[in-house]
């Protein structure tokens, strides 16, 4: 149940505060509950010389006190509340000791989560949550609602929360960093799909799960849940759901209970609670994994959604930036960024939208999963192109599996493109989707998907 934001604030007033990590969320964190009086006390493993002399000065300015480098983390205790950024695991052992001293963990997710005023719509998932997230966001404010946009996207929204009001609409990308530990869950929750992912994160595929369960696990009878019915690890969720339950499919084959109240695909057009809203064909953005996104998204909006708004959003949505994102032609070589893709069931899915075979160049950060499914592609990859930090072993399932494809291994990031574009055959697709992180290379996805387009900028500028 939502709690009153006043309770927060006369929680929070004049309270010792930590703050863990200066990422994009606890930045504007630190300001917000300096208004309240809070003695906030910044920690980050970087070390000072890390940091700018602006963002120092800026530190200073504010009066806040701050503790840099390795062993940042000793010297947390005797706060009332420690606000830790995604990234660090909630059960370290620093964060452990705190709470028997009778500090409360938290994050600006789960505050906004208790404390926002307005109907909140969480999406997680393995593979698609930006499109889906995206969609969901612009079919709200196209039609006129005030919408918010936060999470894994957007900007940090609890520092806002007083400008929220009831009719508003709260939009949430939540990663299964976000959501482990939280004890609140969004009104209406959507599941795209779950693969492994984050294995370096998280202990175990089992904890991974767990912590995708708890966007629905705190709703009631008058919340929403949006599950895919193509996916077993979200179907076998199914009897643990004690709100709403609506579903979505692209099987041929689907069930009484998703035609009536769920979304489904019948010759190549979608229908929504047994209505046809349109043609897959009429889409702009291909592939049938996008399909889905658009299912989910529009199961969670309508009624409050017109069919007509849904029909023209559909026909001119070109996708988000570094998903299957095309880039140029060069000598009638196409180039495509699809650098958001981090495992492989993404990379699969992005394949799956060519109707010919591509030149594939894949690698990046160890998370510590699978790279198999990666084989159920074969006949879409025309010839291989590695690099990063999974390389070989990437490289080692497709020799383990098939002759049939040449592989190539790069260390350089633009010797391996200018090589692809130069050995390319007119008309050859060029796609970047790497089935990893990016993180051994790159600061994040958007760093690598912008350096390739950069690179692709410059091979035509040298013709």
């Given at each position: 149940m939502k709690q009153n934001f006043k309770d927060f604030k006369a929680n929070i007033k004049n309270k010792h505060v930590a703050i863990v990590g200066l990422g994009i969320s606890n930045t504007p964190l630190i300001n917000f509950l300096l208004k309240f009086g809070c003695k906030i006390t910044l920690f980050d493993k970087k070390n000072i010389e890390e940091f700018t002399n602006y963002e120092i000065k800026n530190f200073n300015k504010l009066n806040i006190k701050f503790v840099f480098g390795k062993n940042y983390l000793n010297y947390i205790n005797n706060f009332d509340y420690i606000f830790k950024t995604p990234s660090i695991r909630p059960d370290i052992y620093e964060f452990e000791n705190a709470k028997k001293n009778g500090c409360i963990i938290t994050s600006e997710i789960e505050e906004l989560l208790k404390y926002c005023p307005s109907k909140i719509y969480g999406?997680?998932?393995s593979d698609g949550k930006t499109t889906t997230t995206t969609i969901?966001?612009?079919l709200f404010k196209i039609s006129g609602y005030k919408t918010w946009l936060g999470g894994n996207i957007g900007i940090p929204l609890f520092e806002k929360i007083e400008q929220m009001n009831e009719d508003h609409k709260v939009v949430l990308e939540l990663s299964s960093f976000q959501l482990m530990n939280t004890t609140?869950?969004?009104?209406?929750?959507?599941?795209?799909?779950i693969s492994p992912n984050h294995l370096d994160?998280?202990?175990?595929?089992?904890?991974?799960?767990?912590?995708?369960?708890?966007?629905?696990?705190?709703?009631?009878e008058s919340n929403t849940t949006i599950l895919n019915?193509?996916?077993?690890?979200?179907?076998?969720?199914e009897?643990?759901?004690?709100?709403?339950?609506?579903?979505?499919?692209?099987?041929?084959?689907?069930s009484s209970e998703i035609i009536e109240n769920g979304a489904y695909l019948k010759d190549n057009e979608l229908y929504v609670l047994n209505q046809r809203l349109f043609s897959k064909n009429d889409m702009k953005i291909k592939g049938e994994h996008n399909l889905s996104n658009f299912a989910a998204a529009i199961l969670a909006t309508i009624p409050e959604v017109s069919s007509s708004t849904i029909k023209e959003f559909a026909k001119n949505f070109s996708g988000v930036k570094h998903r299957n994102e095309f880039v140029d032609t060069i000598n009638n070589i196409h180039f495509y960024n699809d650098s958001i893709a981090s495992s492989p069931t993404r990379t699969l899915a992005t394949l799956s939208c060519f109707d010919r075979k591509v030149i594939l160049i894949a690698g990046g950060y160890d998370k510590n999963i699978s790279y198999t499914p990666l084989i159920n592609g074969?006949?879409?990859?025309?010839?291989?192109?590695?690099?990063?930090?999974?390389?070989?072993?990437?490289?080692?399932v497709f020799k383990k599996y098939t002759s049939d494809i040449e592989i190539l291994i790069f260390d350089d990031f633009k010797d391996l493109i200018f090589h692809a574009y130069n050995n390319a055959k007119e008309n050859d697709i060029i796609l970047l989707s790497p089935a990893s992180a990016s993180f051994d290379m790159f600061k994040n996805f958007e760093d690598r998907g912008d350096t390739f387009k950069n690179i692709v900028k410059s091979i035509k500028a040298s013709k």
């Amino acid at each position: 149940m939502k709690q009153n934001f006043k309770d927060f604030k006369a929680n929070i007033k004049n309270k010792h505060v930590a703050i863990v990590g200066l990422g994009i969320s606890n930045t504007p964190l630190i300001n917000f509950l300096l208004k309240f009086g809070c003695k906030i006390t910044l920690f980050d493993k970087k070390n000072i010389e890390e940091f700018t002399n602006y963002e120092i000065k800026n530190f200073n300015k504010l009066n806040i006190k701050f503790v840099f480098g390795k062993n940042y983390l000793n010297y947390i205790n005797n706060f009332d509340y420690i606000f830790k950024t995604p990234s660090i695991r909630p059960d370290i052992y620093e964060f452990e000791n705190a709470k028997k001293n009778g500090c409360i963990i938290t994050s600006e997710i789960e505050e906004l989560l208790k404390y926002c005023p307005s109907k909140i719509y969480g999406v997680t998932g393995s593979d698609g949550k930006t499109t889906t997230t995206t969609i969901l966001y612009n079919l709200f404010k196209i039609s006129g609602y005030k919408t918010w946009l936060g999470g894994n996207i957007g900007i940090p929204l609890f520092e806002k929360i007083e400008q929220m009001n009831e009719d508003h609409k709260v939009v949430l990308e939540l990663s299964s960093f976000q959501l482990m530990n939280t004890t609140v869950s969004p009104d209406v929750s959507i599941i795209t799909n779950i693969s492994p992912n984050h294995l370096d994160y998280h202990k175990d595929m089992n904890e991974y799960i767990e912590c995708k369960k708890n966007i629905f696990k705190f709703q009631n009878e008058s919340n929403t849940t949006i599950l895919n019915d193509d996916c077993e690890n979200t179907k076998s969720f199914e009897n643990e759901i004690k709100s709403r339950i609506r579903k979505f499919s692209l099987k041929k084959n689907v069930s009484s209970e998703i035609i009536e109240n769920g979304a489904y695909l019948k010759d190549n057009e979608l229908y929504v609670l047994n209505q046809r809203l349109f043609s897959k064909n009429d889409m702009k953005i291909k592939g049938e994994h996008n399909l889905s996104n658009f299912a989910a998204a529009i199961l969670a909006t309508i009624p409050e959604v017109s069919s007509s708004t849904i029909k023209e959003f559909a026909k001119n949505f070109s996708g988000v930036k570094h998903r299957n994102e095309f880039v140029d032609t060069i000598n009638n070589i196409h180039f495509y960024n699809d650098s958001i893709a981090s495992s492989p069931t993404r990379t699969l899915a992005t394949l799956s939208c060519f109707d010919r075979k591509v030149i594939l160049i894949a690698g990046g950060y160890d998370k510590n999963i699978s790279y198999t499914p990666l084989i159920n592609g074969v006949n879409k990859i025309k010839k291989l192109y590695l690099i990063g930090s999974t390389k070989q072993k990437i490289y080692d399932v497709f020799k383990k599996y098939t002759s049939d494809i040449e592989i190539l291994i790069f260390d350089d990031f633009k010797d391996l493109i200018f090589h692809a574009y130069n050995n390319a055959k007119e008309n050859d697709i060029i796609l970047l989707s790497p089935a990893s992180a990016s993180f051994d290379m790159f600061k994040n996805f958007e760093d690598r998907g912008d350096t390739f387009k950069n690179i692709v900028k410059s091979i035509k500028a040298s013709k």
